[in-house]
């Protein structure tokens, strides 16, 4: 074709023309795929969107047999292509202003009994009745006008927006309707010959094998259209380039007959016969297939190695457990159960020195002891201390907020690890609710240390009011003992261990003097029990909220992990589209 592009062989026959374009179905259905798994930044979906706007349009020209044939009118701003198109089929179709642009989106004119083709452009249709002309392109549909002239029986004229304007969404719109094309008109002013938005698109029309017309609006001297036309032929290797153009209103030049507006209309209705380039149309599939390679695989396979990095360095952040220690809730019902402990308050020594000090004995008890022995009870208001007795409920350390804090510091340690990987910037930039709605709420932590600090306290609570196990077994074997139950009837007023020495002393019951000389072990093992099962039960909590603050911790990754993993498909995946494309461009060689 004379622009350095090596064309490999294409298929020639409708039938080999209508399997590539089921093959090129097949291959959309497989990218979708792999767009649905992965969100992606905007500079991908943005290639994403391209390519399947690309792919419809060259399932169009494969599909295209018959019908009239779209013609796109190209230029740039202020080159009169609204003015041109009202010129050619003598009505005011478009809207045109010499101040600003007037055509935000594609305006498509068909004549009275023909019609736009099936889903041309992937653009919603909207027909404009004759009382709402001249139409105003609009970017967001295709509006299409009913017109009947003579121009219109084999052709479909589309006015396009700017190719240069300073709104990329009009130059999207160009570009869209000149992939979709079936033949152009290159419109220019002397202003604007020059411009370099022109040459990538003469260059693709040669490429894709679509005719084109060249024409030069505003012209007011035959020197500048012989520029442009030497332009197209020594810059651009178009062979013979024959330039319409148009008088400016103000100019003494008048252009040709064969330069002149009916000649003009003359080319653009032999645009419906010339003939259809199978060649142009694999062209396309081939550029299309390299543009997915190198704008959508090639990048999602980037980000998938970049995900898969971030995501080893995640799963490596450790996440120690919560120095947590709630021993100090349990401290003062240390000291509570020892003062309601008989043998604790007495203790295993004292008790064996006094065996024969009876008076002295009764003067010297504790209070504690005296209260819990004599009444059955403690007082309740103070402890030892002078603190309330409910005081370890009020005064312990915030577990909640040292929680909170971890967690909250665990978050900028993975965020950090995050953000820094440019690729997962841009994700976040792209993504900013779905990366925030991966983040735990650092209050689910402190509900950790709410939870199990509630329990521990039910826990407290039931124990600050129960007797010690060692007060428990004097009682209970005081009940057991023969003579034990005389004991309590000698002096109902005297505490029971006071009972248990008075009898020791006098020797009047063997069994309790047993009781007595083995208290020492008794109350050792005893004072052991009742001290390691309130640190047990502590150190149970502490472990307890350790492992449920370590498995948080491993949602908030796994969380983070999960939005990492939806901005690129799987490897294999990618990879399984490849091999695809590689086949069908094999079957294309």
């Known amino acids: 074709m004379g622009d350095g592009y090596i064309i490999s062989p294409v298929p020639q026959t409708e039938a ?103 889903g041309w452009g992937r653009m919603e249709p909207q027909d404009v009745a004759p009382a709402e002309l001249p139409a105003r392109g609009m970017n967001d549909r295709l509006l299409v006008v009913r017109v009947d002239h003579a121009m219109l029986g084999r052709i479909v004229l589309i006015d396009t927006p700017d190719l240069d304007g300073d709104q990329p969404a009009h130059h999207a719109l160009a570009d869209r309707a000149f992939r979709w094309a079936e033949g152009l008109v290159f419109l220019v002013t002397p202003e604007k010959y020059q411009m370099t938005e022109l040459p990538p698109y003469y260059r693709l029309a040669r490429r894709y094998g679509l005719a084109a017309v060249f024409v030069m609006n505003k012209a007011d001297e035959s020197a500048v259209v012989d520029d442009y036309a030497a332009q197209l032929r020594a810059s651009h290797g178009i062979e013979s380039p024959h330039v319409f153009c148009l008088a400016r209103d103000d100019a003494a030049f008048d252009p040709p007959p064969e330069q002149a507006l009916p000649a003009l209309r003359q080319a ?60 100090p809730v349990t401290q003062q019902l240390q000291r509570r159960l020892q003062q309601r402990s008989v043998l604790y308050l007495m203790g295993p020594q004292r008790l064996l020195d006094r065996v024969r000090q009876v008076p002295l004995m009764l003067a010297r008890l504790p209070r504690h002891t005296w209260d819990l022995l004599r009444h059955g009870q403690l007082r309740v208001g103070q402890d030892d201390d002078g603190l309330p007795a409910d005081d370890w409920q009020k005064n312990g350390p915030d577990f909640k907020l040292a929680l909170v804090d971890q967690f909250s510091i665990l978050q900028s340690r993975i965020d950090d690890l995050v953000r820094s990987s440019p690729a ?90 047993l009781l007595i000389l083995g208290g020492y072990s008794l109350a050792t093992w005893m004072t052991e029990k009742l001290s390691n099962e309130v640190a047990a039960r502590a150190r149970r909590t502490s472990v307890r909220m350790g492992e449920r603050y370590t498995e948080l911790a491993q949602r908030q990754i796994e969380r983070t992990l999960e939005w990492m993993q939806h901005q690129a498909p799987e490897r294999r995946e990618i990879e399984q589209v490849l091999r695809q494309l590689e086949a069908m461009q094999d079957s294309l060689g």
């Open 16 to 118: 080999e023309l209508g399997q590539l374009g089921s093959s090129l179905g097949e291959l959309e259905t497989r990218v979708r795929g792999l767009v649905g798994a992965s969100s992606g930044g905007k500079r991908l979906r943005d290639a994403v969107e391209r390519f399947f706007i690309e792919l419809s349009a060259a399932r169009f020209h494969l599909g295209r047999r018959q019908g009239p044939r779209v013609v796109a009118i190209i230029g740039g701003t202020g080159t009169g292509k609204s003015t041109l198109l009202n010129r050619l089929l003598e009505a005011t179709v478009s809207a045109s202003s010499f101040r600003r642009t007037y055509t935000a989106g594609p305006v498509a004119v068909v004549g009275a009994g023909s019609h736009l083709p099936v």
């Open 268 to 327: 653009i209705d032999a645009l419906a016969d010339a003939p259809r380039s199978a060649s142009g149309v694999s062209t396309r599939v081939i550029d299309l297939f390299q543009r997915l390679r190198d704008q959508v695989l090639h990048p999602m396979l980037d980000a998938r190695t970049e995900i898969d990095r971030v995501a080893a360095a995640l799963r490596e952040l450790t996440t120690p457990q919560p120095q947590i220690n709630v021993t």
């Open 424 to 513: 997962a910037e841009a994700w976040i930039a792209a993504d900013p609710d779905g990366y925030s709605a991966a983040r735990i709420a650092p209050t689910d932590a402190g509900r950790i240390a709410e939870e199990e600090v509630a329990e521990l306290r039910e826990w407290l609570t039931q124990r600050w009011n129960s007797t010690p196990r060692d007060t428990r077994v004097v009682q209970a074997l005081l009940k057991v003992i023969p003579g034990g139950s005389k004991l309590v009837g000698l002096s109902e007023a005297a505490p029971y261990l006071l009972a248990v020495v008075v009898a020791t002393h006098h020797a009047f019951f063997g069994p309790v003097d």
